[in-house]
């Protein structure tokens, strides 16, 4: 039989519910599997296993949380596993019959996000042919995850920070007030302390939305789960393919710059060009392992930061100054270009000895 050790709300809660595996279970009296499962060696999540002791003591704390109504901050680089940890949250709060809405904020033009948040009434401007409700309002009773929270503009974080206060909020265009009630549980990859001190993300907004914060490791931190996801991600593309031991130590090895992100697209594009039912290291086509490797230190990245800035101003120079044939060159967005060049900006403003006036 299967033991329960803690169930929070009913109905779909049991999704991400605590079970401790006994060592065998009565198929007389079968039970789904479950999607958040705990031995005494392991973890799963939504099928996925947690092997290290670094992630398990995330979803440790991902279950003492979930039932709060606090507000969540998730850092971690792009691909390690953010998302997860949010859908976990919701999946175990009170919340979780209720909606799940997310959004990343970084897909949001400018003059989009306001009617994306917030909605917008029939006639509120060219084009708005109905009324449409913001995902504050279809998240109404669930959660609501803001992915990539350090990329919403200066005006943005304001009307967010009012909300997140409690304070009803207006369509665009409308006359009536809408009141919230969405758990909102934010995400980033950037460090938000930094950019409160540059000055492109508020100060009130950061505390407002760190009322708790969770730290996902990245994929090169914790080695111990890559051998186990790397299975998992193999048997959701064709489950008759193995991963042969020269492919476990190639990917235990190699420093996933991109994640767990990128060991997924990994085990995809092997499983699909592998000849052989048994995946070997070259099948995994890793172009530059790097055994040992850590990240960059912090002499190495203050240089590099002063060689993207030199690109950066050199680019604008002979484009005339126009960003957007900047940002095009350069490839990146013109809100990141943006935002580069406010912190550049202020930067100078903060310090005198500074001979370089940047004007945007």
């Known amino acids: 039989m299967t033991a329960k050790l803690h169930i929070f709300g009913g109905g779909a809660a049991g999704r991400f519910n605590l079970y401790r595996a006994a060592p065998h279970l009565d198929a007389a009296d ?120 350090g990329e919403l503009d200066a005006r943005m974080q304001v009307k967010l920070l009012r909300v997140l206060d409690g304070v009803p909020y207006y369509r665009l265009g409308g006359t009536r007030k809408v009141a919230v009630d969405a758990r909102i549980i934010a995400a980033t990859n950037q460090n938000l302390e930094a950019a409160v001190a540059a000055g492109t993300f508020r100060s009130d907004l950061f505390h407002r939305l760190n009322q708790v914060s969770i730290s996902v490791p990245p994929l090169r931190d914790r080695s111990e789960d890559i051998a186990p996801l790397a299975r998992h991600f193999l048997q959701e593309v064709d489950t008759r393919l193995e991963l042969g031991e020269g492919a476990l130590s190639a990917l235990e090895q190699y420093d996933w710059p991109g994640n767990v992100r990128e060991l997924r697209n990994t085990i995809t594009r092997a499983a699909v060009l592998a000849e052989s039912w048994r995946i070997c290291a070259a099948d995994l086509s890793l172009k530059s392992p790097a055994p040992g490797s850590r990240p960059v230190e912090p002499e190495l990245k203050h240089q590099l930061g002063g060689l993207e800035e030199q690109m950066i101003r050199e680019t604008l120079e002979k484009s005339g100054g126009r960003q957007n044939v900047a940002a095009g060159l350069l490839g990146i967005s013109r809100r990141t270009l943006l935002r580069r060049l406010k912190e550049y900006k202020t930067r100078d403003c903060a310090d005198p000895r500074a001979a370089r006036v940047l004007a945007i």
């Open 30 to 149: 079968p039970e789904p599997a479950p999607r958040y499962v705990q031995d005494h060696l392991n973890i799963v999540v939504d099928g996925v296993v947690v092997r290290s002791e670094r992630m398990k003591a995330v979803f440790r704390l991902v279950e003492r949380i979930a039932r709060l109504n606090v507000t969540v901050l998730i850092f971690g680089e792009t691909g390690s596993g953010k998302e997860v940890v949010a859908r976990a949250l919701h999946s175990l709060s009170l919340r979780c019959e209720r909606p799940w809405v997310d959004i990343n904020c970084s897909a949001l033009p400018d003059h989009l996000a306001e009617s994306e948040l917030f909605g917008y009434e029939k006639g509120a401007f060219s084009g708005a042919d109905g009324q449409k409700a913001g995902l504050f309002e279809l998240a109404r009773g669930g959660t609501l995850f803001l992915d990539e929270i």
